[in-house]
């Protein structure tokens, strides 16, 4: 199994300020045949499903607010929200597609300082 | 807009079958890969499988000699069972449609239905 993991375990930011958080996998998610990232960003709000935030490492998802950015490749990825809101308090986790048995990270806890 | 409701028993007693199904509205059933997939009370997500609209199927290695997935296509249903249940299955059960770009990227989500394991 790829096991993920993420970095910090919860995070406190100030409004306006911006927010980082990592992920790394236990093996490459890169597929050399099409050059692309199978790894996926959600943004989980209490009571609420998972949502998903990006695809492909660095694709926003329609209608996600540019604020919301991925990067990152082969095992390292990295999750930026530019400028805090409010509302987007939440637990975010990242997910591998590459391998036939999807896995996801433990979560990142978002919350205002 | 795709919408998916999970529906089925909040209890279910050990050593028995969990029996949940997914209602889909808003978009058809077929073409796509429907998933399930659970949340932990210490919040952790895995998956548990899916069914492609053909009626083929894959399940999580660690889960596979318990759990069914079925697709009803004239009730834009799908449906999960997973057996022999222990405290460890008690979780929050989501149904979960896979995107266009690949069919375990999940796009819509359930709102997830508490699933206790308890005598």
């Known amino acids: 199994d790829i096991v993920m993991t993420q970095s910090p375990d919860s995070l406190a930011v100030s409004l306006g300020e911006r927010a980082t958080i990592d992920c790394k996998s236990s093996q490459s998610v890169l597929y050399s045949s099409n050059n692309k990232n199978y790894l996926a960003w959600y943004q989980q709000k209490p009571g609420q499903p998972p949502k998903l935030l990006i695809y492909w490492a660095s694709t926003r998802e329609s209608g996600v607010p540019d604020r919301f950015s991925g990067s990152g490749s082969g095992t390292d990825f990295t999750l930026t929200i530019s400028s805090l809101q409010a509302e987007d308090v939440a637990v975010y986790y990242c997910?591998?597609?590459?391998?036939?048995?999807?896995?996801f990270g433990p979560g990142t806890k978002v919350d205002i300082k | 807009q795709v919408q998916l409701q999970e529906s089925g028993p909040g209890l279910v007693k050990p050593s028995e079958t969990l029996s949940l199904t997914c209602t889909v509205s808003g978009g058809p059933i077929s073409s796509y890969y429907w998933n399930w997939i659970r949340q932990f009370p210490g919040k952790g997500l895995e998956w548990i499988g899916h069914i492609y609209y053909s009626g083929s199927t894959s399940y999580n290695p660690s889960l596979k000699s318990r759990v069914t997935i079925s697709l009803d296509t004239s009730k834009n249903q799908f449906s999960l069972r997973l057996s022999s249940v222990t405290a460890a299955d008690t979780a929050v059960y989501y149904c979960a449609r896979a995107s266009n770009w690949n069919d375990l990227l999940l796009d819509y989500w359930g709102q997830g239905t508490l699933v206790t394991v308890s005598s």
């Open positions: 997910q591998q597609y590459y391998s036939t048995l999807p896995t």
